[in-house]
């Protein structure tokens, strides 16, 4: 088990190195972040970056998205980002910029990731919190942890905070 850890551990990496060097932007502006997971979902406290090439009040400004799930922009006034992707909240504030802007090209990044945490704890190389990018499985978690120890067992225990 743990070589197929190893081995899944290190097809991650490759696959990642090589996908890092596609550019997929088709002409939209380029930032030294990496590129947002597909489909993740922003949420309070993730660090975004947006950029508009006509507004330089928006352009590369880190703005967090506060403990309601907004976000507060010139122009634009609060707009609720948590529970959108970043496609979404590109549409979104393309839409509510056209009121001053021609045609408004709006790119949203992601800065920090701090809206999804997770805690691996145990017989572990790196326990404790590691935040989430986008869907993850309990191998790809157990990998970022840095993977098992010689002393760990045959056992995973999972639990989840319930909100009700």
Known sequence: MRVLVTTYYLML???TVALAGQDT?????VTAEPTVPQGYVLGRG????????DSEDLSDRPVR???NGSIR???VGQVEAAGLTTSQLEADLATRLSRYIKNPQVTVGVQEYR???VSVLGAVHNPGVHQLEGRRTLIELL???GGATP????VVRVTREMQW
């Open 65 to 67: 998205v506060d403990h």
């Open 25 to 29: 932007t088709a002409g939209r502006h």
């Open 151 to 154: 002393q760990s067992g045959a």
């Open 115 to 117: 809206s999804q945490p």
């Open 13 to 15: 990496a490759a696959g």
């Open 46 to 53: 993730d660090l975004l970056t947006i950029w508009d090439a």
């Open 73 to 75: 922009l010139p122009l």
């Open 143 to 145: 990998a970022m942890a």
